[in-house]
């Protein structure tokens, strides 16, 4: 079947079929959206925003943002651990560097690499909800919104409460946490602790995984405050995580974040400034040290409890990256809509043993073995100044600017985009977008050289035009969106390999145009029928091609792409205090990886379903949740074996105080 041939089929299917509707936000009301760089009502947005609202959060059965994130349109969440461990997120074929993840605007992007960008310190309880922001988005966003971005709203909390839940479940599996509020007249805290571990399903896939968070909010008349604190620390098994040459892999990191922002009105101009910092520690094991695997030999090197001795690796690698944050925007109201200006710093620096440039004097890293030395380093400036104009008329709705970037390692350059949307009717709004958008090199493909992988202190900012075109379509009791894009991409980073036995390489692959066509719908079947055990039906449908052919090279994130992803969600309600939730997930991946005998094998398609029934007694509500249902077999990512059929159970109390 050829690409106007499945297009045809995924647009029929969902728009001709009435029990077919995908996930965008249920009643969001007057909710306000980051798709500018002043927010927007969401029936004003002029490009494709997908938003999870808090009771689809509740109603979901999974138990971490990645997992949520699975069952979202265009989303390909490529999991190398389940329950939250370990992630990477690609937005429309993207690579996992490429989506800029914010918590309430703040940049949790790590300088060290993409894969630490979902060591967040947050719970799903914590969540009012995730606004996901489709194509090139520099011009809002900042660097690194390549493809898109992912702006996590945490709860705003009005009433005092207190909430608890414990979980457990096959291998091993043991969640605790606990949360509470404490809201007054003009200000709201709230706190939230979490714990979680299993053995896992088979070796080395072992992890345990805490979470600390704090927020603070502040209402005034004229004016809005937040202040959050932070703390994500993650121990596991990372078993044929990054390479199959070397089985034994183990990580442990530990995140923290302090952040604070506002606005305060004065008549028709608002200023908004934020600030932030964040600290992220890193220890990677290539061979795991502890009982079972690998020890320290007196002579350097390690050996395990078979007698092989691996004499050129003498120790992990160790990296802090630090990341400073500021930024100041004011807008300003009149006639013909608002104008924005606005100006974006970050400083972002690392101390490893393996990136970066030799230090002066090498530095101890806390609270490990003695060898352990910070010996490299490297630092850089970014700095961004931004200009946006929005008009909304009665109809018409155009948002149009400019970013200025200036970077102390790769000089200058200007990002332009545009938005427009037109209300046809009521129920039918066109809309078109252009975008230019660009991403720096992480300090892990800079550097890196270590266990068959090469960076290359050579490689080039990646850069990409984005063009969509779509229609929202709004009907009460069905909504949905279809949109046409394509994204141009220029110097694409990625790590291949040339030969099957050779070392990855950090490189830029010069031109790759990615285009696509996804819809998205969701019916609202209690609108229609509310004596109806079902309530919602959700269905979402995405295809991508590339016009790149890899031929005698092995891409291992580029070109390893979802070419088809068909999702459906149902919701129901019995007897008002049982619910029941069924999210599946139909995903088809181009692309091969190296299987642990050094052959290469495609990836296979996959079918996935979670389940999720859940009873309310009193202020309890207990559940009992499968993952992964039909127990299937299959590869997010190179040769890491998923889990199979995985249940849960647990119960939730919620107080009021």
């Given at each position: 079947m050829n690409f106007k041939q499945k297009v045809i089929l995924g647009i029929s299917f969902l728009v001709g079929t009435p029990a077919s509707f995908a996930q965008e936000s249920t009643e969001l009301g007057e909710v306000v959206v980051s798709t500018a760089r002043t927010e927007v009502g969401i029936s004003d947005a002029a490009r494709t925003i997908h938003v999870i609202s808090r009771q689809e959060i509740e109603d979901a059965p999974v138990e971490s943002i990645p997992e949520l994130l699975e069952f979202v349109t265009s989303l390909d969440i490529r999991q190398r651990s389940p329950n939250g461990v370990q992630a990477d997120v690609s937005l429309r074929g993207s690579s996992f560097e490429q989506v800029a993840i914010l918590l309430n605007g703040v940049k949790m992007s790590d300088p060290q690499t993409g894969h630490h960008q979902l060591n967040l310190p947050i719970e799903l309880m914590?969540?009012?909800?995730?606004?996901?922001?489709?194509?090139?988005?520099?011009?809002?966003?900042?660097?690194?919104?390549?493809?898109?971005?992912?702006?996590?709203?945490?709860?705003?909390?009005?009433?005092?409460?207190?909430?608890?839940?414990?979980?457990?479940?096959?291998?091993?599996?043991?969640?605790?946490?606990?949360?509470?509020?404490?809201?007054?007249e003009k200000h709201a805290h709230s706190f939230s602790l979490v714990r979680r571990q299993a053995d896992g399903p088979e070796r080395n896939q072992d992890f345990q995984l805490t979470n600390f968070f704090w927020q603070s909010d502040l209402n005034l008349e004229d004016s809005k405050w937040f202040f959050n604190f932070g703390q994500n620390e993650k121990e596991f098994g990372a078993?044929?995580?990054?390479?199959?040459?070397?089985?034994?892999?183990?990580?442990?990191t530990k995140a923290q974040f302090v952040s604070a922002g506002g606005h305060k009105d004065f008549g028709s101009?608002?200023?908004?400034?934020?600030?932030?910092?964040?600290?992220?520690?890193?220890?990677?094991?290539?061979?795991?040290?502890?009982?079972?695997?690998?020890?320290?030999?007196?002579?350097?090197?390690?050996?395990?409890?078979?007698?092989?001795?691996?004499?050129?690796?003498?120790?992990?690698?160790?990296?802090?990256?630090?990341?400073?944050?500021a930024e100041?925007?004011?807008?300003?109201?009149?006639?013909?809509?608002t104008t924005s200006l606005g100006y974006d710093y970050r400083e972002e620096r690392i101390k490893s043993n393996v990136l970066g440039e030799p230090l002066d004097h090498a530095e101890e890293?806390?609270?490990?073995?003695?060898?352990?030395?910070?010996?490299?380093?490297?630092?850089?400036?970014?700095?961004?100044?931004?200009?946006e104009h929005n008009y909304a008329g009665k109809n018409l709705f155009i948002s149009a600017g400019a970013m200025f970037n200036t970077n102390s390692d790769y000089g200058d350059e200007i990002f332009p985009g545009a938005d427009i949307a037109y209300q046809v009717s009521e129920t039918f709004r066109p809309y078109v977008s252009a975008n230019r958008a660009f991403r720096v090199p992480s300090y892990t493909e800079l550097y890196y050289n270590l266990g068959g992988a090469v960076g290359s202190q050579d490689l080039s900012p990646e850069s990409s035009i984005n063009l969509e075109v779509g229609v929202h379509i709004d009907r009460n009791w069905a909504k949905g969106h279809l949109a046409v894009f394509n994204r141009q991409g220029e110097n694409l980073?990625?790590?291949?390999?040339?030969?099957?036995?050779?070392?990855?390489?950090?490189?830029?692959?010069?031109?790759l145009d990615?285009?696509?066509v996804e819809t998205a719908w969701r019916f609202d079947v209690s609108k229609m029928n509310e004596n109806s055990a079902l309530k919602t039906i959700s269905a979402n449908y995405t295809y991508l091609t590339a016009d790149y052919d890899p031929v005698g090279i092995e891409s291992i994130y580029v070109l390893d792409y979802l070419e088809s992803k068909f999702d459906l969600g149902f919701h129901f309600t019995f007897w008002k205090t049982v619910e029941l939730d069924l999210n599946m997930s139909y995903q088809d991946r181009v692309g091969e990886f190296t299987q642990v005998?050094?052959?290469?094998?495609?990836?296979?398609?996959?079918?996935?379903?979670?389940?999720?029934?859940?009873?309310?007694?009193?202020?309890?509500?207990?559940?009992?949740?499968?993952?992964?249902?039909?127990?299937?077999?299959?590869?997010?990512?190179?040769?890491?074996?998923?889990?199979?059929?995985?249940?849960?159970?647990?119960?939730?109390?919620?107080?009021?105080?």
């Open positions: 914590d969540i009012e909800r995730i606004e996901v922001v489709y194509g090139g988005a520099s011009r809002v966003f900042g660097p690194g919104a390549f493809a898109g971005a992912i702006n996590i709203i945490t709860k705003n909390p009005t009433e005092s409460r207190i909430r608890a839940n414990l979980e457990a479940g096959d291998y091993g599996y043991l969640q605790g946490g606990a949360s509470a509020v404490l809201a007054y078993q044929n995580f990054y390479s199959t040459r070397f089985p034994d892999q183990y990580e442990a101009l608002r200023i908004s400034p934020k600030a932030y910092y964040r600290v992220h520690n890193d220890r990677f094991e290539l061979f795991r040290e502890g009982d079972g695997y690998y020890h320290r030999l007196p002579s350097g090197g390690f050996a395990n409890n078979e007698g092989d001795t691996i004499t050129w690796y003498n120790g992990h690698n160790y990296h802090q990256s630090d990341v400073f944050g100041i925007n004011a807008s300003y109201e009149w006639k013909l809509g890293v806390s609270g490990e073995h003695p060898s352990a030395l910070y010996t490299n380093g490297a630092d850089r400036q970014n700095q961004s100044v931004y200009i980073i990625d790590w291949i390999r040339f030969v099957p036995d050779g070392d990855l390489i950090a490189s830029n692959i010069s031109e990615m285009s696509g005998d050094g052959s290469l094998k495609a990836y296979d398609p996959v079918f996935l379903t979670d389940l999720r029934i859940s009873p309310r007694i009193g202020k309890a509500r207990l559940f009992v949740q499968v993952s992964n249902l039909f127990n299937q077999h299959y590869f997010d990512l190179g040769g890491v074996q998923q889990p199979g059929r995985w249940m849960r159970a647990g119960v939730t109390f919620d107080f009021g105080i």
